[in-house]
């Protein structure tokens, strides 16, 4: 009789696994009454998974589910990451949602649910557990794209991402059926000594183009983009702000591992693959973003650039670039968050704003809103001394030790060209005309204002605790 596999370095998951059920169940009797007491719940479940996440001894790698789960120091540090950002994510909807009158208790509780699917992902060891995973999240996030069931732009969100989800998953079963057929076995580790030889096999080499595209779809690289503006744009914005956060950071860990732990022995195969989706995602995501007038459709072109630059790390294929890459995700979550309670702030009386026309003379109306935004923007854009600049530096600095030169050239092109969208907000913001002022910004969303941009603004006074974090994670890794 076999022995029973260890569940504790598997607790967060099965707290959020439980809680999820029972929060489920809360707000199915209680009702609209419920609402608060269930996005309370949610918040202290994920609060929850963090301490005990951070509990488990995790200096040792740790595999339980015959080798399905992995707990390393890169799954410890991508999962918090992951759950700061869900957090923030749910911290922040709840006025907007109130507002809107769709505060519904669905939302923190597939909210939690996506995020245990996004701890799955990070912690995958095989090909089957990386599918469970990927796919948990999905269903939640297509749900919670289309929340609004009386929007139209929203209904719409949720139908074009579910499509084009649907099919991006139909290409990544595709891909590990291909590896599964052709290396025998689901487990990474086989897999990498399968993948070990003078030739690699062709179809080994066609089973990895079609997983690196489902990945690439999750974390929204050209050329497989395409559903990321109009699903931004169209899902109600506290979803947008959770989809540009959590998702991402889990996605790209995945890719990561998938690539690094699977793929070792045929590393300038899918160096290729890495270096043309880079620089196609920096190129796009700098100038098909400046022509935009809505904010959040800027902010979904802003996103799948700096989803090329963090692939830049991926590119070197190097510990280096692995760290260069955790680092540029832990400072593109702040950037980002902070981004989006700037857009949530964007209200005057019970009607949100998004044309990026609204934030003129916002530096005489709502002087501190302003200061924070620019402070983001400037990030974004990269310039020094601010946390953007050295996420940059790191995944560049990753290009160049492994000869990618020409790499490190486009990307530094493509920041400048990216420059010049932020710039023109901050422009707009400090010297246009005031228009009309925006409602007061609530309390929560000052809060990750103010945090975000503290983090951003001094993050080069103190940087040690995160590279040595992201060191370690990579060097878990190799």
């Given at each position: 009789?076999?022995?029973?596999?260890?569940?504790?370095?598997?607790?967060?998951e099965?707290?959020?696994?439980?809680?999820?059920?029972?929060?489920?169940?809360?707000?199915?009797?209680?009702?609209?009454?419920?609402?608060?007491?269930?996005?309370?719940?949610?918040?202290?479940?994920?609060?929850?998974?963090?301490?005990?996440?951070?509990?488990?001894?995790?200096?040792?790698?740790?595999?339980?589910?015959?080798?399905?789960?992995?707990?390393?120091?890169?799954?410890?540090?991508?999962k918090?990451?992951?759950?700061?950002?869900?957090?923030?994510?749910?911290?922040?909807?709840?006025?907007?949602?109130?507002?809107?009158?769709?505060?519904?208790?669905?939302?923190?509780?597939?909210?939690?649910?996506?995020?245990?699917?996004?701890?799955?992902?990070?912690?995958?060891?095989?090909?089957?557990?990386?599918?469970?995973?990927?796919?948990?999240?999905?269903?939640?996030?297509?749900?919670?794209?289309?929340?609004?069931?009386?929007?139209?732009?929203?209904?719409?969100?949720?139908?074009?991402?579910?499509?084009?989800?649907?099919?991006?998953?139909?290409?990544?079963?595709?891909?590990?059926?291909?590896?599964?057929?052709?290396?025998?076995?689901?487990?990474?580790?086989?897999?990498?000594?399968?993948?070990?030889?003078?030739?690699?096999?062709?179809?080994?080499?066609?089973?990895?183009?079609?997983?690196?595209?489902?990945?690439?779809f999750?974390?929204?690289?050209?050329?497989?983009?395409?559903?990321?503006?109009?699903?931004?744009?169209?899902?109600?914005?506290?979803?947008?702000?959770f989809?540009?956060?959590?998702?991402?950071v889990?996605?790209?860990?995945?890719?990561?591992?998938?690539?690094?732990?699977?793929?070792?022995a045929i590393?300038?195969?899918?160096?290729?693959?890495?270096?043309?989706?880079?620089?196609?995602?920096?190129?796009?995501?700098?100038?098909?973003?400046?022509?935009?007038?809505?904010?959040?459709?800027?902010?979904?072109y802003?996103?799948?650039?700096h989803?090329?630059?963090?692939?830049?790390?991926l590119?070197?294929?190097?510990?280096t670039?692995?760290?260069?890459?955790?680092?540029?995700?832990?400072?593109?979550?702040a950037?980002?968050?902070?981004?989006?309670?700037?857009?949530?702030?964007?209200?005057?009386?019970?009607?949100?704003?998004?044309?990026?026309?609204?934030?003129?003379?916002?530096?005489?109306?709502?002087?501190?809103?302003?200061?924070?935004?620019?402070v983001?923007?400037?990030?974004?854009?990269?310039?020094?001394?601010?946390?953007?600049?050295?996420?940059?530096?790191?995944?560049?600095?990753?290009a160049?030790e492994?000869?990618?030169?020409?790499l490190?050239?486009?990307?530094?092109?493509?920041?400048?060209?990216?420059?010049?969208?932020?710039?023109?907000?901050?422009?707009?913001?400090?010297?246009?005309e005031?228009?009309?002022?925006?409602?007061?910004?609530?309390?929560?969303?000052?809060?990750?204002?103010?945090?975000?941009?503290v983090?951003?603004?001094?993050?080069?006074?103190?940087?040690?605790?995160?590279?040595?974090?992201?060191?370690?994670?990579?060097?878990?890794?190799?």
């Amino acid at each position: 009789m076999n022995a029973l596999p260890d569940f504790l370095p598997a607790l967060p998951e099965i707290i959020l696994a439980a809680g999820a059920m029972l929060l489920l169940l809360a707000g199915a009797f209680s009702g609209a009454r419920g609402q608060g007491a269930v996005s309370l719940g949610s918040v202290a479940l994920l609060v929850a998974a963090l301490v005990a996440l951070h509990s488990a001894d995790a200096g040792a790698r740790v595999e339980t589910f015959a080798g399905a789960f992995v707990l390393d120091r890169f799954a410890v540090l991508m999962k918090s990451l992951a759950i700061v950002g869900s957090l923030t994510a749910i911290v922040m909807s709840g006025t907007y949602m109130k507002a809107a009158r769709a505060d519904r208790f669905e939302f923190p509780v597939l909210v939690v649910l996506a995020t245990l699917g996004m701890m799955m992902m990070i912690s995958a060891g095989d090909l089957i557990a990386l599918y469970l995973g990927l796919e948990l999240q999905s269903l939640s996030l297509y749900v919670v794209a289309a929340i609004r069931r009386d929007s139209l732009r929203s209904t719409e969100a949720g139908l074009k991402y579910f499509v084009l989800g649907a099919l991006s998953s139909g290409m990544l079963l595709y891909g590990a059926s291909l590896i599964y057929g052709f290396t025998g076995s689901v487990s990474f580790a086989r897999i990498a000594a399968a993948a070990t030889g003078p030739e690699p096999a062709l179809g080994l080499l066609f089973g990895l183009a079609f997983i690196s595209a489902g990945l690439a779809f999750k974390i929204s690289a050209v050329p497989f983009h395409m559903w990321t503006p109009d699903v931004y744009e169209g899902a109600p914005t506290p979803v947008t702000a959770f989809f540009a956060a959590a998702p991402k950071v889990a996605a790209m860990a995945l890719f990561v591992r998938v690539l690094v732990q699977a793929f070792p022995a045929i590393t300038a195969e899918w160096q290729q693959i890495i270096v043309f989706i880079s620089i196609a995602s920096m190129l796009l995501g700098a100038f098909a973003a400046i022509g935009q007038r809505n904010i959040k459709r800027l902010l979904a072109y802003s996103s799948i650039g700096h989803m090329g630059f963090a692939l830049v790390g991926l590119a070197a294929g190097t510990e280096t670039g692995v760290a260069g890459v955790i680092v540029y995700l832990a400072i593109y979550l702040a950037m980002t968050l902070g981004s989006f309670a700037c857009v949530l702030a964007m209200r005057r009386g019970d009607a949100m704003v998004e044309d990026i026309g609204d934030l003129a003379g916002l530096a005489r109306t709502r002087p501190m809103m302003a200061a924070g935004l620019a402070v983001l923007m400037f990030s974004l854009a990269g310039i020094p001394p601010l946390a953007g600049f050295f996420a940059k530096f790191y995944v560049f600095l990753a290009a160049i030790e492994a000869e990618l030169y020409w790499l490190a050239v486009i990307g530094v092109l493509a920041s400048v060209v990216g420059a010049f969208y932020y710039l023109r907000i901050v422009k707009i913001m400090y010297f246009d005309e005031p228009v009309e002022a925006f409602a007061p910004i609530p309390r929560e969303l000052a809060a990750v204002l103010t945090v975000t941009g503290v983090v951003v603004l001094f993050y080069f006074v103190y940087p040690a605790p995160l590279v040595s974090a992201a060191e370690a994670a990579a060097r878990s890794l190799f």
